[in-house]
């Protein structure tokens, strides 16, 4: 509503400013009573309005110019508001297509990159396989080594135990 009123006033400022230029230049052209008016002498009421009335043609004609002028600006502020508006719509969409491109650009790295760790993990899981087998093996060898080192163990302990009855009935026959 405030611009509303400031639009006006400028406008009849404007206008006003228009009417004191005509008057002043054409001055001479006014009849008697015109001047009379203009310049203040003039008392009559009647009289009064119908010197406004000759001014008012000069001054609506102004303010149609003004008008006209002022609807030209306007069409060519809505014209160029929905050329832009056009070209945000533009933009914004190949923002759009360009954050996609970005973002699929990105999820194929991410796949790449996935791929290249599941085929590392497969890798690692077959390294680790292979190392399980080898230590069962060497488990059981161990172990096997183990049963003949005690089997050995036993053995030995037989034929220690064999050889000092042999040695000891030996001796029983020496004496």
């Known amino acids: 509503m405030a611009t509303e009123i400031d639009f006006l006033r400028d406008q009849n ?9 005509y008057q002043m230049e ?15 002498d003039g008392d009559d ?13 000069p001054l609506i004609t102004e303010y149609d110019k ?18 832009m508006k056009l070209q945000l719509e533009n933009v914004i969409k190949e923002n759009e297509r360009s954050e996609l491109s970005r973002q699929k650009l990105h ?3 991410l796949l790449s990159q996935l791929e290249m760790a599941n ?12 190392h399980q087998e080898k230590a069962n093996r060497l488990q059981r ?4 080594a183990e049963q ?18 042999a040695a000891s009935m030996m001796n029983l026959e020496n004496i």
């Open 66 to 83: 003004q008008l006209k002028e002022l609807n030209g600006q306007l069409k060519y502020y809505q014209k160029q508001t929905g050329e």
């Open 13 to 21: 400022q404007r206008l006003n400013e228009v009417l004191r230029r």
């Open 148 to 165: 003949r080192a005690a089997s050995a163990s036993q053995q030995l302990s037989v034929i220690t135990v064999q050889r000092r009855k």
């Open 141 to 144: 060898r161990l172990s096997q």
């Open 119 to 130: 085929e590392k993990v497969a890798e690692n899981e077959k390294l680790i396989l292979e």
């Open 45 to 57: 009421a009647l009289e009064n309005s119908v010197v406004d009335q000759s001014f008012l043609a």
């Open 26 to 40: 054409n001055f001479s052209k006014y009849s008697s009573v015109q001047k009379a008016v203009f310049k203040g």
């Open 107 to 109: 999820t194929q790295e």
